[in-house]
């Protein structure tokens, strides 16, 4: 299997991103986006590059400083970086680990500013089936609710680094695809979209204030609760899934990334993910016209992404509408 796989669309490297990215350039990366291991939640491999193999939380972030250090001096002066994430449960009875903040002591440290925070909806039913969380299920709430927890949100939180901006990401005719479930829309909110979808989506409005769509689509991305993201809109990653060192596969969502990629970059412009998994982030950049590069450790996750990416050309075609071309 080849280490690194690079084309005129994406370049993509099997190796541990504190030892890859070094080699980058600074001031280079327009945007990143990416999903950090959680620390001790999940075991992703076996090899003690993985941070989520760390002894301890406290070695996990000194670890992880690593990474935000290196996103930093590549990153362009006044460009984000995103970051997914969650709280960590710690084990028995012992509460929650408040990772989402440390994520953003962590990057103010380093000089980045906090910019933005979006939590993202989960149906509870669905993550108490797929994590079998005790304190999820409805027999716990019949039995004690102070063991009782509710199933928590994600975040995306979002990050600018210091310095002026010097390629403005201008948006010449608003929003025209909106990345959501429309199935989670009432039935007035499914109206008004379908009928803005109807008269605006094939139009390219130079006078913003024309554009309903692009206004009704900006209000549910501004939302500091994204409670539209369609759950099933992922990579394939089972083929990636081995037994003995892996618990837990989950890509990132493709519309958490096809909204900060439109949101925070031109077409055209560099996306990077150190950890790249099965390739999401990369497919989704790709797909709307950037160029991608990924970094992934595990050699399966690897051979997966290099899988999926083979296959972006062919449904690249899908989001013509978001290339604000």
Same mark, same amino acid.
């Given at each position: 299997?080849?280490?690194?796989?690079?084309?005129?669309?994406?370049?993509?490297? &099997?190796?541990?991103?504190?030892?890859?990215?070094?080699?980058?350039?600074?001031?280079?990366?327009?945007?990143?986006?990416?999903?950090?291991?959680?620390?001790?939640?999940?075991?992703?491999?076996?090899?003690?590059?993985?941070?989520?193999? #760390?002894?301890?939380?406290?070695?996990?972030?000194?670890?992880?400083?690593?990474?935000?250090?290196?996103?930093?001096?590549?990153?362009?002066?006044?460009?984000?970086?995103?970051?997914?994430?969650?709280?960590?449960?710690? &084990?028995?009875?012992?509460?929650?680990?408040?990772?989402?903040?440390?994520?953003?002591?962590?990057?103010?440290?380093?000089?980045?500013?906090?910019?933005?925070?979006?939590?993202?909806?989960?149906?509870?039913?669905?993550?108490?089936?797929?994590?079998?969380?005790?304190?999820?299920?409805?027999?716990?709430?019949?039995?004690?609710?102070? %063991?009782?927890?509710?199933?928590?949100?994600?975040?995306?939180?979002?990050?600018?680094?210091?310095?002026?901006?010097?390629?403005? *990401?201008?948006?010449?005719?608003?929003?025209?695809?909106?990345?959501?479930?429309?199935?989670?829309? &009432?039935?007035?909110?499914?109206?008004?979209?379908?009928?803005?979808?109807?008269?605006?989506?094939?139009? %390219?409005? %130079?006078?913003?204030?024309?554009?309903?769509?692009?206004?009704?689509?900006?209000?549910?991305?501004?939302?500091?609760?994204?409670?539209?993201?369609?759950?099933?809109?992922?990579?394939?990653?089972?083929?990636?899934?081995?037994?003995?060192?892996?618990?837990?596969?989950?890509?990132?969502?493709?519309?958490?990334?096809?909204? #900060? *990629?439109?949101?925070?970059?031109?077409?055209?412009?560099?996306?990077?993910?150190?950890?790249?998994?099965?390739?999401?982030?990369?497919?989704?950049?790709?797909?709307?016209?950037?160029?991608?590069?990924?970094?992934?450790?595990?050699?399966?996750?690897?051979?997966?992404?290099?899988?999926?990416?083979?296959?972006?050309?062919?449904?690249?075609?899908?989001?013509?509408?978001?290339?604000?071309?």
């Amino acid at each position: 299997m080849e280490k690194q796989i690079i084309t005129n669309d994406y370049a993509v490297y &099997n190796g541990d991103c504190i030892e890859k990215m070094p080699s980058f350039l600074d001031n280079t990366v327009h945007l990143s986006i990416y999903s950090p291991p959680f620390a001790s939640l999940y075991t992703y491999s076996s090899s003690d590059n993985d941070l989520g193999n #760390c002894k301890t939380y406290e070695e996990f972030l000194q670890h992880y400083e690593y990474v935000v250090n290196e996103v930093y001096r590549v990153t362009m002066p006044g460009r984000m970086t995103c970051v997914h994430c969650m709280e960590i449960p710690k &084990n028995g009875d012992q509460g929650l680990v408040d990772f989402p903040g440390d994520i953003i002591r962590l990057h103010e440290k380093i000089g980045f500013k906090f910019w933005d925070r979006h939590n993202v909806w989960k149906e509870p039913l669905r993550v108490a089936i797929r994590t079998r969380q005790r304190n999820l299920m409805h027999q716990q709430l019949v039995n004690d609710t102070t %063991k009782c927890r509710g199933a928590l949100a994600d975040y995306v939180l979002v990050f600018k680094k210091t310095g002026e901006n010097k390629i403005e *990401v201008k948006k010449p005719y608003g929003l025209v695809n909106y990345a959501g479930d429309i199935k989670l829309l &009432n039935k007035e909110e499914l109206e008004t979209y379908n009928s803005l979808y109807k008269k605006y989506s094939s139009a %390219k409005y %130079k006078d913003d204030k024309t554009n309903r769509l692009s206004q009704w689509i900006w209000r549910r991305y501004a939302s500091s609760s994204w409670t539209d993201v369609r759950a099933n809109r992922m990579m394939e990653y089972k083929p990636a899934k081995e037994n003995e060192d892996d618990r837990h596969v989950c890509p990132l969502h493709l519309d958490i990334i096809e909204r #900060c *990629v439109v949101l925070w970059s031109n077409v055209g412009e560099t996306i990077l993910t150190p950890f790249m998994g099965v390739g999401s982030e990369v497919y989704g950049s790709v797909q709307l016209g950037r160029k991608g590069i990924g970094i992934e450790l595990k050699e399966s996750y690897f051979r997966q992404a290099v899988r999926n990416l083979s296959e972006v050309k062919k449904t690249q075609n899908e989001l013509q509408t978001a290339l604000e071309l």
